[in-house]
């Protein structure tokens, strides 16, 4: 299958520790899950609920005005075992500012996040700019603030409306053990079809026998899987948008085994 990939070399040609981090190199049944964009009163609750449900760990990246303006979200997913990790102050794009501003706006995001009461006893380790955008100055605005850069493996588009199977069989088409799932549990507010989208998800996961966890369980005791990830906004769009471009035939694909 013809397949976009621009912005990614192969991680083999880069440096141990340089590159954004895609997942870890594992054959263990594995994958982590992340949300981006929250935390959001109306989606983020049922979430959790979700992820309670099919004993499910994932990391949130959290824009830090909305963790702000809703500590007590923060509270509920730190306190279920979750993962907090940075999407930004606000979510802008980075690689559409000068590399200075990249940096101020990463290190205000940290700090005010870090001011959550519940982030006191949890140091905060990752960071994913928003859209996905990324520049050499912006991943090393974050890598100066202390922050590993977390891209993602594959998603399901749960931004789009689609059905819940077309939505796993995007995922999986690109998912291996090892892997960084994207999803989104931030505004606007979709209660409905966001707890569709994850249900059908993590069905999928456990009928692999694979275990759903947070980027940080994922790396522990494990390498890093890095590439180069150079997206502009445009070309993010184009790599968001290429399961139907590519390929309108998409079915569930098979149980893979580990």
Do not use: K
Request: proline letters at 9%.
């Amino acid at each position: 299958m013809f397949r976009v990939t621009l912005g990614y070399v192969s991680p083999g040609s880069l440096s141990p520790g340089r590159g954004t981090i895609c997942g870890a190199v594992t054959s263990d049944p594995v994958v982590a899950l992340t949300f981006d964009d929250g935390p959001d009163p109306a989606n983020t609750p049922v979430v959790l609920d979700v992820l309670a449900q099919h004993g499910a760990h994932a990391t949130f990246f959290l824009i830090s005005e909305l963790a702000r303006r809703n500590p007590s979200l923060v509270e509920q997913i730190s306190s279920a075992g979750h993962e907090v990790a940075l999407h930004g102050r606000r979510h802008v794009d980075l690689t559409s500012v000068a590399p200075w501003t990249a940096f101020a706006t990463v290190r205000a995001g940290l700090r005010e996040l870090a001011r959550v009461p519940t982030m006191a006893a949890h140091p905060i380790r990752f960071f994913r700019p928003p859209y996905g955008t990324q520049s050499p100055w912006t991943h090393a605005a974050a890598r100066w603030c202390g922050l590993e850069v977390v891209g993602w493996t594959a998603s399901p588009r749960d931004f789009l409306v689609l059905e819940p199977d077309r939505h796993v069989a995007i995922t999986f088409d690109d998912l291996e053990p090892g892997g960084v799932v994207l999803m989104h549990d931030g505004p606007p507010a979709n209660p409905t079809r966001r707890v569709a989208v994850l249900q059908a998800i993590l069905g999928a996961v456990a009928e692999r026998g694979w275990r759903a966890t947070t980027v940080g369980d994922l790396l522990d005791g494990r390498t890093a899987r890095r590439r180069r990830w150079l997206f502009r906004r445009a070309a993010a769009v184009v790599e968001e948008m290429r399961p139907l471009l590519v390929r309108e035939d998409l079915t569930p694909l098979p149980p893979r085994t580990p």
